[in-house]
């Protein structure tokens, strides 16, 4: 059986693999890193988070699964609910 690091391994040898990989990084963590920091300050679970957006748990994690995998990107409206119910505001910026 293989361990975590050689399957990473073996499939970024791949070119695609390693390119995705590489955009991912680049482009979408930042975003799930920031998201899940502020969840973290709050002290709030998925369901707690939920619960103040008028949702289930389910979809705030779908939400967080879809910034770590960049097959979705959710609304500007979708960002700014799950910030409020951090207490936070969203601000997005052009660096």
């Given at each position: 059986?293989?361990?975590?690091?050689?399957?990473?391994?073996?499939?970024?040898?791949?070119?695609?693999?390693?390119?995705?990989?590489?955009?991912?990084?680049?482009?979408?963590?930042?975003?799930?890193?920031?998201?899940?920091?502020?969840?973290?300050?709050?002290?709030?679970?998925?369901?707690?988070?939920?619960?103040?957006?008028?949702?289930?748990?389910?979809?705030?994690?779908?939400?967080?699964?879809?910034?770590?995998?960049?097959?979705?990107?959710?609304?500007?409206?979708?960002?700014?609910?799950y910030a409020a119910a951090l207490g936070k505001k969203l601000?997005?910026?052009?660096?």
């Open positions: 059986m293989r361990t975590h690091e050689e399957l990473k391994s073996l499939a970024l040898s791949d070119p695609e693999v390693r390119a995705e990989y590489e955009r991912i990084e680049r482009e979408e963590m930042p975003m799930l890193d920031a998201i899940l920091k502020a969840r973290a300050e709050a002290g709030l679970t998925q369901a707690q988070v939920a619960v103040r957006m008028g949702t289930q748990a389910p979809a705030v994690a779908r939400l967080e699964n879809a910034l770590m995998t960049g097959k979705h990107s959710p609304s500007i409206a979708t960002l700014q609910k601000e997005v910026r052009f660096v």
